[in-house]
C-alpha cells in the first residue's frame, strides 16, 4: 500500500503539518527537520496527492495553451518551447487546440468551468473568431500569443510578422532582382496572413512596383492544397525574374514539388519563398529560403508571462514582440 503523509510524519517523528511545510514551502522549515522529513519521504517512496495539494494551496500547478491546431512543424516547435519553460518553471502543461475558429469561443469556456489550470496562453489565429468574449470572463490569467486578440489588459507575446516580410521582400527585389512577386497567403481573414501581405504590398509600392489582384492567392497553409493549386497554375506563373512568396513553408514547399513534378526548375524557371523557418524549408529540394521565426522562444516566452502573472497578478501587462531573420538558401536564386 502506498505510503501516506501521517506515515511520513510518523517516520520523521514530525507533525503532518511539518511535512506539508517541506513539500510545499521548504524556506520556512529549519535545514534538520527538513532533512529528516525528506529522508522519510525518499525511505518511503511517498508521492504527494496532487489534487489535494492543488486543494489547500488554491493552485493547479498547471499551465494551459491553446492552439489553433497542433498540427505541424510550427505548432509542435511552440509546443516545445512551452513545455520546456512551464517544467523548468515547476508547472505541468495542459495543450488544447481547436481548429475552427469558432469552437476556441466553447473550448476556452470549458477549461473555466473545469478550473484545471493556473493560466492560459491563447494563440488565436482568425479576425472571425469570438475568443475575446470568452477570456473577457476567465478568472484566471491569460497570455495572448501572437494572435487575433489585441486587448491592452492582456499580457502579450506576438513576432514582428512585418519586419519578417519586408526584409523578404526586400531580398528579392534587391538582391535577387525579382520583376514578378506573386504572394500565396493563408485565409483572408488569418492575422499573419494579414501582416504579411500588408507588408508585401507596401514594399511593392515603395519600390515603384504595381501590385496586382492576379498576383494575390489565398489557401490554406497546407502543402497538399498549394501543391494541386500550384499544378494549375504554373503555367501563369513562370518567367524570368518570377517568385512566389508563400505565407508558410508548407505551401511553399507543394509549390517546389509541383514545379519539379512540371519538368520545371527551380530557381532558374520560378523562384520560391517560404516563412518560419520550419524544418520543411531544409528538406525542400533546392532548400528555401524563408524567414525564420522563434516559434519555440514564442512558447517559452508566453509561459514565463503567464507565471509571472500568476506571481503577480496586479502588475502591469507586459508586450513582448520577438525579431524574425531572414535566411537566404537556394530557391530564391541568390545568396547574401
Request: aromatic fraction near 8%; charge should be negative; proline fraction near 4%.
Given at each position: 500500500m502506498a505510503a501516506s503523509i501521517a506515515d511520513v510524519a510518523r517516520h520523521a517523528n514530525v507533525s503532518i503539518s511539518t511535512v506539508s511545510r517541506v513539500l510545499n514551502r521548504?524556506?520556512?522549515?529549519?535545514?534538520?527537520?527538513?532533512?529528516?522529513?525528506?529522508?522519510?519521504?525518499?525511505?518511503?517512496?511517498?508521492?504527494?496527492?496532487?489534487?489535494?495539494?492543488?486543494?489547500?494551496?488554491?493552485?493547479?500547478?498547471?499551465?494551459?495553451?491553446?492552439?489553433?491546431?497542433?498540427?505541424?512543424?510550427?505548432?509542435?516547435?511552440?509546443?516545445?518551447?512551452?513545455?520546456?519553460?512551464?517544467?523548468?518553471?515547476?508547472?505541468?502543461?495542459?495543450?488544447?487546440?481547436?481548429?475552427?475558429?469558432?469552437?476556441?469561443?466553447?473550448?476556452?469556456?470549458?477549461?473555466?468551468?473545469?478550473?484545471?489550470?493556473?493560466?492560459?496562453?491563447?494563440?488565436?489565429?482568425?479576425?472571425?473568431?469570438h475568443v475575446a468574449e470568452s477570456l473577457a470572463e476567465f478568472r484566471a490569467p491569460v497570455v495572448i500569443v501572437d494572435g487575433a486578440v489585441e486587448d491592452l489588459r492582456y499580457d502579450r507575446v506576438v513576432i514582428d510578422q512585418r519586419a519578417g516580410a519586408v526584409a523578404m521582400m526586400r531580398h528579392l527585389l534587391d538582391n535577387c532582382r525579382c520583376s514578378r512577386i506573386l504572394f500565396v497567403g493563408g485565409l483572408e481573414t488569418n492575422v499573419d496572413t494579414m501582416a504579411r501581405l500588408d507588408a508585401y504590398k507596401a514594399t511593392l509600392g515603395e519600390a515603384g512596383m504595381p501590385v496586382?489582384?492576379?498576383?494575390?492567392?489565398?489557401?490554406?497553409?497546407?502543402?497538399?492544397?498549394?501543391?494541386?493549386?500550384?499544378?494549375?497554375?504554373?503555367?501563369?506563373?513562370?518567367?524570368?525574374?518570377?517568385?512566389?512568396?508563400?505565407?508558410?513553408?508548407?505551401?511553399?514547399?507543394?509549390?517546389?514539388?509541383?514545379?519539379?513534378?512540371?519538368g520545371l526548375r527551380v530557381p532558374q524557371d520560378l523562384a520560391v519563398v517560404g516563412f518560419d523557418d520550419t524544418r520543411v524549408a531544409r528538406m525542400t529540394r533546392p532548400p528555401l529560403t524563408t524567414v525564420h521565426v522563434p516559434m519555440a522562444q514564442m512558447g517559452a516566452t508566453a509561459m514565463e508571462l503567464l507565471c509571472q502573472r500568476v506571481a503577480d497578478p496586479g502588475r502591469s501587462p507586459a508586450f513582448v514582440s520577438l525579431s524574425p531573420q531572414l535566411v537566404v538558401r537556394e530557391s530564391c536564386g541568390s545568396k547574401l
Open positions: 521548504r524556506d520556512v522549515v529549519n535545514e534538520k527537520t527538513r532533512v529528516r522529513v525528506e529522508h522519510a519521504i525518499a525511505e518511503l517512496n511517498y508521492r504527494p496527492n496532487v489534487f489535494a495539494r492543488g486543494l489547500m494551496l488554491q493552485k493547479s500547478e498547471m499551465l494551459g495553451l491553446v492552439l489553433p491546431d497542433l498540427h505541424g512543424e510550427f505548432y509542435s516547435e511552440v509546443i516545445r518551447g512551452a513545455n520546456a519553460k512551464a517544467r523548468e518553471l515547476r508547472y505541468a502543461l495542459v495543450i488544447a487546440s481547436s481548429p475552427d475558429p469558432e469552437d476556441a469561443h466553447g473550448l476556452i469556456e470549458d477549461l473555466q468551468r473545469r478550473s484545471i489550470t493556473d493560466g492560459l496562453a491563447v494563440m488565436v489565429s482568425e479576425r472571425t473568431a496586382s489582384p492576379r498576383d494575390v492567392y489565398h489557401l490554406d497553409y497546407q502543402y497538399e492544397t498549394a501543391y494541386r493549386f500550384a499544378r494549375q497554375h504554373l503555367s501563369e506563373w513562370t518567367g524570368p525574374g518570377h517568385c512566389v512568396f508563400a505565407a508558410n513553408d508548407e505551401m511553399a514547399s507543394g509549390i517546389i514539388d509541383a514545379a519539379t513534378a512540371q
